[in-house]
């Protein structure tokens, strides 16, 4: 394959944001909770979701976001949400999912179209692989790919284990959306993880829940306080900086 003809931005300092916003494109945003997002203080803006990732609602949620103080990401959970703009792309992998489309055989069909047609340009030093334990049964997240959510603080560990030492991915992501996780099972992620960075999502509506996740994962993902209490956000960047 040639060089990319085209020049990308550096990809951003990723492994300096301890938290990290992320904004569903299929959800109304209104411009006072965004105007909150901005004031917070988080590192980062992730645009990702389990459903309505069209081609369509990214490019709005992005063209929104084209004055953001802060770095935007984009988590690629479908093929036409591919689109150019964000500083960095995230490609989720997840790991206790039992079916192999979602441990990178979605990804591979997707390429397999992509590569002959645009290959050359894609940003390969802009994405990101990231390894997903899906933990809560009742999200969507679950129900679409199938995900093992049963697992303990032990199996957690071994899964980080392959992840960040045999793999040698950069993030291990324990996701429970929507509701606040097992902090034991989180530890043990951590202790495991190796070098990989460990990201934390779900449930966290208040600083003292920022504050305890923010003690075992390295990032701290909040999301839907963005659309219940905006203005509680800041105290959830407070508390995770310490």
């Not at 989180?186 to 993880?193: D, F, G």
Request: aromatic share 6%.
């Amino acid at each position: 394959m040639s060089a990319s003809p085209v020049t990308w931005p550096p990809a951003p300092d990723w492994r300096a944001w301890r938290h990290v916003t992320k904004l569903d494109p299929d959800r109304p945003l209104g411009r006072a909770a965004l105007d909150a997002v901005y004031r917070s203080g988080t590192d980062a803006i992730v645009l990702g979701g389990s459903a309505g990732m069209t081609q369509a609602a990214v490019l709005d949620m992005l063209a929104r976001l084209a004055d953001s103080p802060v770095p935007v990401a984009l988590e690629v959970s479908t093929l036409e949400s591919a689109v150019p703009g964000p500083a960095l792309f995230l490609i989720p992998l997840v790991l206790n999912a039992p079916d192999s489309r979602w441990l990178g055989g979605a990804q591979a069909d997707a390429l397999s179209h992509i590569l002959p047609v645009v290959g050359e340009y894609i940003p390969w030093d802009l994405l990101l692989p990231e390894a997903y334990l899906v933990l809560n049964p009742d999200c969507t997240a679950a129900r679409i790919t199938g995900a093992d959510t049963q697992i303990t603080p032990e199996g957690a560990a071994a899964w980080a284990a392959l992840a960040g030492r045999v793999l040698r991915l950069p993030l291990v992501y324990v996701e429970y959306s929507g509701t606040f996780g097992d902090m034991a099972l989180l530890q043990a992620v951590r202790e495991h993880a190796g070098p990989a960075r460990v990201v934390y999502g779900g449930g966290i509506r208040s600083a003292r829940e920022a504050e305890r996740a923010a003690r075992w994962a390295h990032t701290v993902v909040v999301g839907n306080l963005v659309y219940e209490d905006p203005h509680l956000l800041a105290e959830t960047v407070a508390a995770v900086r310490g």
